[in-house]
């Protein structure tokens, strides 16, 4: 290149710089001047005064929409009467989840290969004498006994009952339980880190002191550590209020493990059990971190652990009370900085640099994480199309329009298009030097079409997209980039938005739907929907993503011999996505990557005749390739919830 070429290079790359920063300044000056006009309605008298009214006003346009989102009445009807049910499906995992005095019976006499001891670790600070008792009563009815209870007590001389009421247990503990009065209240990490000096267990738990434990819980545990050689593990949760556990305000079905979702989100929480192996050579609470110390040690230990065990029970019931965590983040504000601050450690430590961390609107302890783009790989980005001029204009327009990612080629495969203006927008498409044409020749099949671009394509990386299309972030490639650039990654996936702003896609979950072979999660929500607990708020690990907007190496894709072309039309997305899970990689979805999707405009709907037949068939074909990971189900999901529904409502049966 020569010095002017460089030159004009540098001026027209300058000139583009300036021109996004103009756009961004713009509409940071719409937004402050928004927030000065909002600021000013708010303090009005008559808004105040109107408090009830919107209120009102609200309730019947969320009524509205829920019935909309029915489709009709009788939807609406229907899903009411599923969610009244869904409450009373709810008391099972309360006291009547409780074992009888024949299951209590049979599970203590159980002799597991390794009747491994159990240290519970509680620190204790000025509790109240009724939450003291509850807590050591949860830990006496345990019906795996092989336990010890280490209780060191930072509470103060107002408090001195806790010590009475520890030693009165004690004595009818047969020697299980060890109590110590310390000279001065050390916080959270340091109470603990005392707790952990009495223990000799093989394994250690972490529980609060106003808390409940199921009365199975250990059984449960040390029956998944003899099954499956579990080195950490954790179970299901559920917040109560009054005192009655019955009496639930959030039920946490968790996922299993998941790496990227706990870097966002200490998700796994309580009740956290794990070999005191993982702790050689480290500390179990660090006092730098607290606040969010358990959400810095299950970061630690979860990376040392060898088989992390997700028990898919309720077995944990963490007190909402004035001054919990429980109850609100905003008793403990230090907590986001600390869980930042450990999140941040974390990623150092897996080698990342230069990453970003931000709270979202979800919560403030649910993060954004924006990793290093390293370098400017070329994305190419594949498109099949039949004619529909319309729908591949709006689509390839908004990409050459709205992305700031520069280094990508756009290949739309033509197959069997028989309109004048298509062949016309072909012409006019071509004249940008980032768009090709290529022409796929044989009946469609979407696995063949993209594999025939593939083998085409020029970038390190291939960006299945769907003609139906529409960009709305303009960063989308870079919020892909980011992860699928990651050694442990596969395939990326975006959220996606039918036209009226509902979501189309925000990961997949197999077994979901009527077919029982995979389903979109969080299905016609909103799109201000902050879903399952904040779960379309965060990146997070996925079982697939939707191939109508898929990042990944095209090394990968070529490892994998592309999509399965027996899979002509559907489920090809979500077959390689498994595929890439059994090489041991991860599937990301980011909500960050924001699209529309006007979905299968462009080929139909498989609803109908020969179409819904053959997703028949290519349903039983997948059911069949794929029956064992069916049957043990999505790790990302939860056996709790129905797969007759994609809103995560519990299963009703």
Not at 535 to 562: F, H, I, M
């Amino acid at each position: 290149m020569t010095e002017n070429h460089f030159q004009e290079a540098y001026e027209q790359e300058h000139l583009r710089c300036a021109e996004l920063a103009s756009r961004i300044a713009d509409l940071e000056a719409k937004n402050e001047e928004l927030e000065w006009k909002l600021s000013r309605i708010k303090n009005n008298p008559l808004w105040k005064a109107s408090l009830p009214a919107r209120n009102l006003l609200h309730w019947v346009i969320r009524q509205k929409d829920r019935l909309a989102g029915c489709g009709s009445l009788q939807g609406f009807i229907s899903k009411l009467n599923y969610k009244k049910r869904e409450r009373e499906a709810m008391k099972r995992f309360g006291t009547e989840s409780f074992p009888s005095e024949e299951e209590a019976r049979a599970q203590r006499e159980t002799r597991f290969p390794r009747m491994v001891k159990i240290s519970i670790l509680v620190p204790l600070w000025n509790n109240d004498a009724q939450f003291q008792r509850e807590m050591l009563d949860s830990v006496m009815n345990q019906t795996y006994e092989n336990w010890e209870l280490c209780l060191a007590d930072g509470s103060d001389e107002e408090h001195a009952y806790i010590g009475e009421i520890c030693r009165e247990y004690a004595a009818r503990a047969k020697g299980r339980i060890v109590y110590q009065h310390l000279e001065k209240n050390e916080g959270i990490s340091g109470n603990t880190n005392a707790c952990y000096l009495m223990a000799t267990g093989e394994y250690i738990g972490l529980f609060d002191q106003d808390d409940i434990l199921h009365p199975s819980t250990l059984y449960e545990y040390v029956k998944a550590i003899n099954e499956r050689g579990a080195d950490y593990l954790y179970c299901d949760e559920t917040t109560f209020r009054n005192g009655d556990i019955n009496k639930m305000l959030t039920m946490h079905f968790k996922p299993d493990y998941a790496p990227d979702n706990l870097r966002a989100n200490n998700y796994i929480c309580h009740f956290s059990v794990f070999s005191r192996e993982l702790l050689e050579g480290t500390e179990l609470f660090r006092t730098k971190f607290d606040g969010s110390q358990d959400h810095d040690m299950i970061l630690r230990l979860t990376d040392r652990a060898k088989c992390v065990v997700h028990v898919p029970k309720l077995m944990y019931y963490w007190r909402s009370h004035q001054g919990s965590t429980a109850a609100s983040i905003t008793a403990k504000p230090y907590a986001v900085e600390a869980a930042r601050g450990a999140v941040a450690e974390h990623l150092r430590n897996h080698g990342f640099e230069h990453f970003r961390i931000t709270s979202t609107k979800a919560f403030e302890t649910i993060f954004r994480i924006q990793y290093q783009i390293l370098g400017t790989p070329k994305i190419s980005i594949l498109i099949p199309n039949k004619d529909h001029a319309e729908d591949l204009r709006r689509c390839v327009n908004s990409i050459l329009e709205k992305s700031t990612y520069d280094n990508y080629e756009i290949l739309v495969i033509e197959n069997n298009s028989t309109t004048p203006e298509i062949k016309a927008y072909y012409e006019e498409m071509v004249q940008n030097e980032k768009v090709k044409l290529l022409t796929y020749e044989g009946a469609f099949n979407y696995s063949a079409v993209n594999n025939f671009g593939a083998k085409a394509a020029s970038g390190e990386y291939l960006l299945l997209l769907n003609n139906d299309t529409e960009v709305i972030t303009v960063n989308w490639m870079e919020e892909l980039l980011m992860y699928a650039q990651r050694e442990d990654v596969g395939a990326v996936g975006a959220k996606l938005y039918y036209g009226d702003r509902t979501i189309q896609h925000a990961g997949v979950v197999i077994g979901l739907g009527a077919h029982r072979t995979a389903g979109h999660t969080h299905y016609k929500q909103s799109r201000q929907n902050l879903g399952y607990m904040g779960r379309l708020c965060y990146a997070q690990d996925v079982t697939a993503v939707t191939g109508a907007c898929l990042l990944v190496k095209k090394s990968l894709y070529e490892e994998l011999r592309g999509l399965d072309e027996s899979f002509e039309i559907s489920l090809n997305d979500v077959d390689f996505c498994l595929r890439l899970r059994q090489k041991g990689l991860l599937n990301v979805w980011t909500p960050f990557a924001e699209l529309y999707h006007y979905e299968s405009v462009s080929r139909g709907l498989d609803d109908a005749g020969e179409k819904a037949e053959r997703y028949n068939q290519e349903s039983e074909r997948f059911r069949t390739k794929w029956k064992k990971e069916l049957e043990a189900g999505d790790p990302y999901y939860n056996p709790n919830f129905s797969l007759d529904r994609s809103d995560f409502s519990l299963n009703v049966i």
